[in-house]
């Protein structure tokens, strides 16, 4: 499979017409509806689907890229793809204008590393509970995802959003103390200790 082209510049076309008849005609034609955001504004776009395919695949993401919007030029950041849950391809998409340096909120993924000791010498799981930790900082160093090394987690410990290192830049905006990654005993391992049979009482034998 052919790399997807590093992309810094996309094209995005303005649409009159919204709803799902319309959102349809616009997948015909191989563009994705969608809109653009921010600053005050709102305007229904469309985009060709190859070109968002690039885009994605390029890290976009994370990255600002210019726009070309009904022949003006501005500056968006992609914030969400919409897709089909069986073909995975791109159903409608959402860009956000965004300036060098401005301040954004931002949901990332939580992506763990390592294996935790609490699993391979203590009969643990691994739990991830939150999946997703919202932050704020610059529009242009959204990160694509945060890492959270759980290596060193012993059964029945866990690792809250606090702990979870952020960029330069960065703030948390999840609660501090949302736990994200825990290791629990598993079921198995839970198992009581067998229970011993009853020892039968010994008659004693009557009295002669």
């Known amino acids: 499979m052919a790399k997807a082209r590093s992309i810094s510049t996309i094209t995005l076309e303005p649409r009159d017409e919204s709803g799902t008849t319309a959102a349809q005609r616009v997948r015909r034609l191989g563009k994705i509806p969608g809109v653009v955001y921010g600053h005050g504004s709102s305007t229904p776009i469309s985009v060709d689907a190859r070109q968002l395919a690039d885009l994605i695949h390029s890290g976009g993401k994370s990255q600002i890229v210019e726009a070309t919007i009904g022949g003006k030029k501005d500056s968006v950041l992609l914030r969400r793809v919409e897709a089909d849950p069986i073909s995975r391809k791109p159903l409608s998409v959402d860009f956000q204008r965004v300036k060098q340096g401005e301040a954004i909120t931002a ?101 002669v």
């Open 107 to 207: 949901s990332v993924n939580v992506v763990t590393i390592g294996t935790p000791i609490g699993v391979t010498e203590e009969d643990g799981v691994l739990d991830v509970i939150s999946h997703v930790l919202d932050i704020r900082g610059p529009a242009q160093s959204i990160p694509d995802h945060l890492t959270v090394d759980v290596a060193n987690l012993h059964v029945h410990q866990h690792i809250t959003a606090a702990q979870v290192a952020l960029p330069e830049g960065f703030t948390l905006l999840t609660p501090p103390e949302t736990v994200v990654a825990s290791v629990e005993i598993t079921r198995a391992a839970a198992v009581e200790t067998p229970i011993e049979a009853p020892v039968a009482a010994v008659e004693t034998p009557p009295a």
